[in-house]
Nanobody, 123 residues
Framework: QVQLVESGGGLVQAGGSRRLSCAAS????????MGWFRQAPGNEREFVAA????????NYADSVKGRFTISRDDAKNTMYLQMNSLKPEDAAIYYC????????????????WGQGTQVTVSS
């Protein structure tokens, strides 16, 4: 069992930055990929980024590539999502999740999920 808790959401102006955190506890994360997803009202949950906990390899959705950076701190068992140049279309509830599948973008392959943190972007 892995427990995940997101934080860092809030209101930010378009063009601004925000850093989300995902604190993990429970089973060792060394064999997991961890990912960020987001869901806006009326939309399906979509992949944002993923990181392999052991190797640090990353995968990004095209829509955030070059603007968002995923990282992890092994000592703190925490994953981060640095979001820069935010756009109104980035507004959503952001979720972190874990999977055994290396760097997958598929929602259905993620097993454990956090409760989400809301990001609002004002234009």
């Amino acid at each position: 069992q892995v427990q995940l808790v997101e934080s860092g959401g809030g209101l930010v102006q378009a063009g601004g930055s925000r850093r989300l955190s995902c604190a993990a506890s429970g089973r060792t994360l060394s064999r997991y990929t961890m990912g960020w997803f987001r869901q806006a009202p009326g939309n399906e949950r979509e992949f944002v980024a993923a990181i392999s906990w052991s190797s640090g390899n990353t995968n990004y959705a095209d829509s955030v590539k070059g603007r968002f950076t995923i990282s992890r701190d092994d000592a703190k068992n925490t994953m981060y999502l640095q979001m820069n140049s935010l756009k109104p279309e980035d507004a959503a509830i952001y979720y972190c999740a874990t999977t055994d599948v290396f760097l997958t973008h598929r929602v259905e392959e993620y097993r454990y999920w956090g409760q989400g943190t809301q990001v609002t972007v004002s234009s």
